[in-house]
């Protein structure tokens, strides 16, 4: 089966991104949100990228043109998903969410569509073997920002099938990423690490070992980093990584318990980069 359309759920930070590089590899893509607000705002950002890409010369007029055109933005779920070969989950990090959505999905969606999740830590078997076609079903864990990063990590449940993954590889190529596949375990390879990176650096915030400021300068010129921590986090967003620390903790135990400083910002609102203030303050 050649993937053509694919159908993306949720159009926050990683669902607008995904449907972005899709289309732009030239898949025909819907993107799905229950809130026509985050629809809306998910077109602006994905119109800004473009027209930015276009100006510092990433993409052609004619490719941003292309983005544009192959992406239709709707809240209904059934328009979103009854032609799609490859749908692709990227709601909140809430198990029965993610059930239940995935069950609503299966009732609209083409017998042929293989269902994929984006999920950060959690079992695809767990939600594979809710569906009908558990071997239609996979994780696919895009990374943010997904137009920049060169990742997939293919994560089988235990019923997926080689076809399944061998099709997920083909779509994560023509997306022009490369890809690792990871055997199911809480957290996968980069969520696990990465997580217990960035609580770390909570904890040290919290006791007053360095300003975040230094944290991140340290991580970057004496680990090598690309970011820090603190930029990372606001990047990913902080209720985000409270629900996949949550995750992990629940899975893992207390290795992975959230950093008491990491719940203060969420319950205050500081989210990161999407609210304007997390550990660091944008414009
Ligand atoms: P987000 O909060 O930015 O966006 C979630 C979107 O889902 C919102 O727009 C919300 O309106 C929508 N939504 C909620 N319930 C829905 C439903 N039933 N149907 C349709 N839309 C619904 O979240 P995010 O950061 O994009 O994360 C999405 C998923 O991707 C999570 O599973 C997360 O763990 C994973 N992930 C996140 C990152 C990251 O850096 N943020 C990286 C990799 C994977």
Redesign the pocket.
């Known amino acids: 089966m050649e993937v053509k359309k694919i159908a993306v759920?949720?159009?926050?930070?990683?669902?607008r991104g995904i449907a972005y590089s899709a289309a732009l590899s030239g898949f025909e893509v819907t993107l799905?949100?229950?809130?026509a607000e985050?629809l809306e705002k998910a077109k602006n950002d994905n119109g800004s990228l473009a027209n930015n890409s276009v100006e510092k010369g990433y993409i052609t007029s004619e490719e941003r043109d292309n983005v544009q055109r192959n992406i239709t933005y709707t809240t209904e779920?059934q328009k979103a998903v009854e032609h799609a070969d490859l749908v692709i989950e990227?709601?909140?990090?809430i198990m029965e969410?993610k059930i239940?959505?995935f069950k609503k999905v299966e009732e609209f969606a083409p017998e042929h569509a293989i269902l994929a999740?984006?999920?950060?830590?959690m079992s695809p078997t767990e939600i594979g073997a809710q569906m009908k076609k558990p071997d239609q079903f996979v994780a696919m864990?895009?990374?943010?920002p997904v137009h920049r990063m060169k990742l997939i990590e293919i994560i089988r449940g235990m019923d997926t099938s080689d076809k399944t993954v061998e099709i997920i590889r083909q779509v994560s190529e023509k997306m022009g990423k490369e890809t690792v596949e990871v055997n199911e375990f809480p957290g996968f390879v980069t969520s696990r690490m990465n997580l217990i990176i960035g609580n770390e650096a909570m904890n040290m915030l919290m006791e007053g070992v360095a300003s975040a400021e230094d944290i991140d300068k340290a991580i970057k010129l004496g680990l090598n980093h690309p970011m820090g921590p603190f930029e990372m986090a606001d990047?990913?967003?902080l209720?985000?990584r409270l629900?996949?620390m949550e995750s992990l903790y629940h899975a893992l135990g207390e290795k992975y318990r959230p950093s008491p400083l990491l719940v203060k910002y969420v319950k205050a609102g500081r989210l990161g980069r999407?609210s304007g203030q997390g550990i660091y303050t944008y414009k």
């Open positions: 759920i949720g159009s926050g930070t990683m669902g799905q949100d229950i809130s985050a779920l990227a709601i909140l990090e969410l239940d959505t999740t984006n999920t950060s830590t864990h895009f990374f943010n990047l990913v967003g209720d985000s629900r996949n999407k």
